[in-house]
């Protein structure tokens, strides 16, 4: 099958996706030009954004309208709120949303707007740049992943208020598309009594990472998360074994065992799982989802939690695949659309195209056109990018038509047909 017939479906996907996209025509133009630009070059250069359309002008010219356009005001609200929409069917009551911190280093950056101090997580130091937050839906031992959100803030911006309200802002957005549904998963940086309330308040399930200081009543007693840790039951046990990003495995045998608590303050009956075999201390897990004293309801819990182990490959997927730190935006507005054209394009390769049934030839020749020499890497989402990219790249002398009339189409009837049947 010719594969500018492919390159021309997968554009039409693409414009499909953001039809319902709530944005005037300029708007919806630059959104489609940036995602197409981002998936056919997979940089965030408005430069090679610019080269992958072809356009009939100075490419200077082209370069200007997308600086022009990525400065569009709360743009990223919009695509954010866009996104959770589109991935709201895929959540259900149990389905877990994997929420975690990141950061996008800029080291030698000195004009970019509202530049901070962080924590880069991928070297342990201090440098500038911003901070992020993504928000992905996986069920419980499940491997689709489907992104819901990738907010990107300052605290030197002047609208910042504090990173527990910047996550906060993330779980807003997705629990208005899912109607509450979910339960959110998070590591260690999420013990805080000030996103704990919020949840409560908000009758949000959790299963978030405890660290050893957190102060908890258990059995009228107030004592410290480690200690209560210590005394803690734990009548079972588990092999677990876990894939190394080498290729390795790793075994672990864990024993687990739960305790009923509150938070000091709040009336709300909450459960410490405790699991050992990690380390040298016991893992500390607080969750409302009710625990009984059973295998199956206290292992539940265990294996959603471990199931965020896989966001870390995804946020290297979604930084990797995209070269999101060497994005070169210099206005903060800016950034942040990007961020979320971003999240569109990550929402594209991930789950409009590779979940929707009627889609699985594009997926299938997306992963074909990426040319591994050694099959396609565990983690596919690596794959379908780089196959889009290839797919892509150099095979549409004029990718849009925005004067009206409609591109022309080479693709053959039956292939049509094809892609568009239900078993298609």
């Given at each position: ?288 989802i009710e625990v009984r004293n059973s295998r199956k309801s206290l292992w ?125």
């Amino acid at each position: 099958m010719n594969i500018s017939q492919v390159a021309i479906r997968l554009r039409e996907q693409m414009e499909e996706l953001l039809r319902k996209l709530p944005v005037g025509t300029i708007a919806s133009r630059f959104v489609l030009e940036a995602m197409y630009g981002i998936q056919t070059r997979q940089s965030l250069h408005l430069s090679e954004i610019a080269r992958s359309l072809n356009e009939d002008i100075p490419l200077i010219k082209t370069v200007d309208r997308l600086s022009h356009q990525a400065k569009r005001k709360d743009l990223h609200k919009t695509i954010a709120r866009f996104v959770a929409e589109q991935g709201a069917p895929y959540v259900k009551d149990r389905t877990l949303l994997l929420i975690d911190p990141s950061d996008i280093a800029k080291k030698y950056a000195k004009k970019m707007e509202h530049l901070a101090c962080i924590r880069d997580g991928s070297e342990g130091t201090l440098a500038n740049g911003y901070w992020l937050c993504a928000v992905l839906a996986v069920e419980c031992e499940g491997r689709d992943l489907v992104p819901l959100a990738n907010r990107l803030w300052s605290q030197n911006a002047p609208d910042f208020k504090s990173e527990n309200d910047e996550i906060l802002a993330c779980i807003e957005v997705v629990c208005e598309a899912t109607g509450k549904r979910g339960i959110w998963v998070m590591d260690r940086g999420g013990d805080r009594i000030k996103l704990f309330i919020p949840l409560i308040e908000r009758d949000l399930d959790f299963i978030f990472r405890l660290v050893g200081t957190r102060s908890l009543i258990c059995n009228g007693q107030q004592r410290l998360a480690e200690k209560i840790a210590r005394t803690t039951p734990l009548p079972y046990a588990e092999t677990i074994v876990r894939k190394n990003n080498d290729g390795t495995e790793t075994i672990k045998n864990i024993e687990f065992g739960f305790r009923k608590v509150k938070l000091p303050g709040v009336d709300k009956q909450l459960y410490m799982v405790v699991v050992t075999g990690f380390g040298e201390k016991p893992t500390m897990i607080l969750t409302t989802i009710e625990v009984r004293n059973s295998r199956k309801s206290l292992w539940w819990v265990v294996q959603a939690y471990l199931t965020r182990w896989r966001i870390e490959e995804s946020l290297r997927f979604s930084k990797q695949s995209y070269d999101m730190e060497d994005i070169r935006v210099l206005s903060y507005e800016g950034l942040r659309n990007m961020m979320g054209i971003v999240l569109l394009a990550m929402f594209f390769a991930m789950c409009h195209l590779g979940l929707q049934t009627k889609l699985t030839v594009l997926c299938h020749h997306s992963l074909d056109a990426a040319k591994r020499l050694f099959g396609i890497a565990p983690f596919r989402y690596y794959a379908i990018a780089d196959g889009i990219k290839e797919i892509l790249s150099g095979r549409l002398k004029k990718v849009f038509n925005f004067a009206g009339q409609e591109t022309q189409s080479i693709i053959q009837p039956d292939f049509v047909e094809m892609l568009d049947s239900p078993a298609g």
